[in-house]
């Protein structure tokens, strides 16, 4: 019934003076469980649906969402509104809303789980992590919550999309807190992604994540701070990712770049500065929706425009911005599938999908080799970051001091900051290391030795 509601509102939405609409029809059920020191804190089940509605008229936006629709009434009324409120802001508007071309397509895409998890199976494996994480005796708490997420969405507008996608996501996070004489330190994991209980049974046992952050949660009791020191950096996956995200990606967005978020999420950087070196030669960043099992993944957006895998920056030089079909417009290039809504009842926005550092050609264990003092930064915490994305401070979970090419002792509470647009080495690394300053590099620091 829901698909039926989405076509009707198509309908009422060009007839009350709509130049384009376009309807998310959502279903999404969700279950899962906090389980923590060996107990269930709480159950939660929740099961939603709706429609979001999106009218573009005289160039100008209006929006409606409808929670569990009954009547087409009901819709007739909320879109009739929808179109009114666009008319009269287009009134005040004096820079028109200009969509750029995109293909319509019809299609169904289902990308279906290996094995559906079931609440049973969720909870017994949750257990079993718990059990392993409280072994050790330092270890006073232990969490593991676990969630399946099932969605279906049907997208349609006027111009003849017709889009149906119904995939699973299955997501576990762990969590094993030390405590010992007044000292406390915590070791965290997320795992699974786009598919079932197969992200995190199998290869990808997250019991043996369990094992490995109550390992270094304990240790880390014995540890000591680090005094701030000029070394070099070399990070792991996880804090690259944090890193990638927050300074790479969100400045990427053409929506932040134009200012149009300024007020409440912040700026970029670089905003016209595209064609412009922003980098090393060795650096390139890519966001692309199509990588199976990420969180990001996905075939459509939530504007219908079909997932590309998007080159942002190409060896160091600013190449691309994430696109709406509305930004497309304004920056004169086509829309590539980065509007995403959190649910029906919000309006898209330009956001990331899977944002990354494209891998360059050393590997982790080759970059620690070549550094003689430093240190191996490891999983994202704390970050703290300016309006603009530029200048930051990123605590890690932990961290191992590196000497003559060996990782040894290991360490807590390292927080590395910089100002990432000045800071340019022509030394050879790849996304997992941080260069350090160079004489180049245009901080205050590094001019006044300069």
């Known amino acids: 019934m829901l698909q039926e509601y989405a076509d009707k509102a198509i309908q009422f939405a060009v007839k009350s003076g709509a130049q384009y609409c376009d309807v998310r029809a959502e279903a999404v059920t969700s279950n899962g469980f906090v389980l923590e020191n060996g ?121 003849g999309s017709r889009i149906s996608q119904s995939f699973d996501d299955v997501i576990a996070n762990l969590s094993a807190t030390a405590h010992e004489s007044g000292v406390t330190e915590s070791v965290s994991s997320t795992e699974g992604g786009r598919g079932g209980m197969e992200l995190i049974t199998g290869k990808n046992e997250i019991t043996t994540v369990a094992q490995s952050i109550s390992e270094k949660a304990d240790e880390l009791i014995d540890t000591k701070g680090v005094k701030e020191e000029e070394a070099t950096v070399v990070m792991n996956q996880d804090f690259v990712a944090l890193l990638t995200h927050e300074i790479l990606g969100h400045p990427s967005e053409a929506d932040r770049v134009l200012g149009k978020e300024m007020a409440w999420a912040g700026g970029a950087w670089w905003a016209g500065k595209l064609g412009s070196r922003i980098g090393s030669t060795e650096l390139n960043v890519i966001d692309d929706p199509t990588i199976p099992s990420s969180l990001g993944s996905y075939k459509y957006d939530d504007e219908g425009v079909i997932a590309t895998k998007k080159s942002l920056i190409e060896n160091g030089i600013l190449s691309n911005h994430m696109q709406s079909r509305e930004t497309a417009s304004i ?50 915490k704390v970050p703290s970051i300016d309006m603009m994305r530029q200048n930051w401070s990123i605590s890690c979970q932990y961290a191992h001091k590196i000497e003559n090419g060996e990782a040894k002792e290991l360490y807590h509470k390292l927080r590395k900051g910089g100002s990432y647009a000045n800071h340019e080495n022509g030394k050879r690394r790849s996304s997992y290391s941080w260069s350090g300053h160079s004489k180049k590099c245009r901080c205050m620091k590094c001019q006044k030795k300069l």
């Open 39 to 159: 107990e269930i804190e709480h159950f939660s089940s929740v099961s939603e649906q709706g429609l979001g509605v999106r009218v573009l008229a005289n160039g100008a936006w209006g929006f409606c969402s409808i929670s569990d629709p009954k009547s087409t009434d009901e819709i007739k009324s909320s879109v009739e509104e929808a179109v009114k409120s666009a008319l009269y802001y287009a009134s005040f508007k004096k820079q028109k809303i200009i969509l750029a071309e995109a293909r319509a397509f019809v299609d169904k895409v289902d990308l279906k789980a290996a094995r559906i998890p079931s609440i049973e199976e969720m909870t017994e494996i949750a257990f079993e992590c718990d059990k392993i994480i409280r072994t050790r005796k330092r270890i006073n708490k232990s969490s593991v919550s676990i969630h399946h997420d099932s969605f279906y969405k049907y997208f349609v507008n006027n111009e």
């Open 331 to 380: 920056f004169n290039t086509e829309p590539n599938s980065a509007m995403r809504a959190t649910g029906y009842a919000f309006m898209p926005l330009i956001r990331m999908a899977c944002t990354c550092i494209a891998p360059g050609d050393w590997d982790p264990n080759e970059m620690i080799k070549g550094v003689k003092n430093g240190y191996l930064v490891c999983n994202m």
